[in-house]
T-cell receptor, first 114, second 114 residues
Framework: AQKVTQAQTEISVVEKEDVTLDCVYE???????LFWYKQPPSGELVFLIR??????QNEISGRYSWNFQKSTSSFNFTITASQVVDSAVYFC???????????FGAGTRLTVKP | KAGVTQTPRYLIKTRGQQVTLSCSPI?????VSWYQQTPGQGLQFLFE???????NKGNFPGRFSGRQFSNSRSEMNVSTLELGDSALYLC?????????????FGEGSRLTVL
């Protein structure tokens, strides 16, 4: 069975603080994809990153960075120097290698205060 | 390039009625997936269609059904509505059925069942 756990329900930070969103997953598959999506108040889920199970390299994109550790089944997301526009619900998700049946975590609501 | 379009955006129904939601994927995308989002259950996979065929189905009762047309547009139908069906229904499209790329989500159809 596949499962994604985002233990942090809500996080509140002040602008310019760094914040890390945790994601732990469970799967019996040897090949899989991990994702992060952002959901602003408009409701539309916005793709942030995809990582396949063979690639454990960390990735940085501007103020965003991702730490994939297969040994601990974690795929954490860090926002550096947070901004008010980062306020949203962030979802971590897991899918098999050849289908679009994605399992989402419960989401973490991030509030960045000015 | 137009994004994923879902109609209607908001609708209100009463228990026992049925509802049809529509999704127009990004031009050229052949895979359409549907998700239900509720505060209690989070984001849950409903089904996925590729080339007019249902490829995957989530754990929902038979009252939830869908189809895909030759132009890749998709509809989902919920019959004999229950209060618990109140949710945001999200449609996502991707170029092909293999999960080699990210899903592009629409803004959703918010269904309220009274």
């Amino acid at each position: 069975a596949q499962k994604v756990t985002q233990a942090q329900t809500e996080i509140s930070v002040v602008e310019k603080e760094d914040v890390t969103l945790d994601c732990v997953y469970e799967t019996r598959d040897t090949t899989y994809y991990l994702f992060w999506y952002k959901q602003p108040p408009s409701g539309e889920l916005v793709f942030l990153i995809r990582r396949n199970s063979f690639d454990e390299q960390n990735e940085i994109s501007g103020r965003y960075s991702w730490n994939f550790q297969k040994s601990t089944s974690s795929f954490n997301f860090t926002i550096t120097a947070s901004q008010v526009v980062d306020s949203a619900v962030y979802f971590c998700a897991l899918s098999g290698y050849n289908n679009n049946d994605m399992r989402f975590g419960a989401g973490t609501r991030l509030t960045v205060k000015p | 390039k137009a994004g994923v379009t879902q109609t209607p955006r908001y609708l209100i129904k009463t228990r026992g009625q049925q509802v049809t939601l529509s999704c127009s994927p990004i031009s050229g995308h052949r895979s359409v997936s549907w998700y239900q989002q509720t505060p209690g259950q989070g984001l849950q996979f409903l089904f996925e269609y590729f080339s007019e065929t249902q490829r995957n189905k989530g754990n929902f009762p038979g009252r939830f059904s869908g189809r895909q047309f030759s132009n890749s547009r998709s509809e989902m139908n919920v019959s004999t509505l229950e209060l618990g069906d109140s949710a945001l229904y999200l449609c996502a499209s991707s170029f092909n059925a293999e999960n080699t790329g990210e899903l592009f989500f629409g803004e959703g159809s918010r269904l309220t069942v009274l």
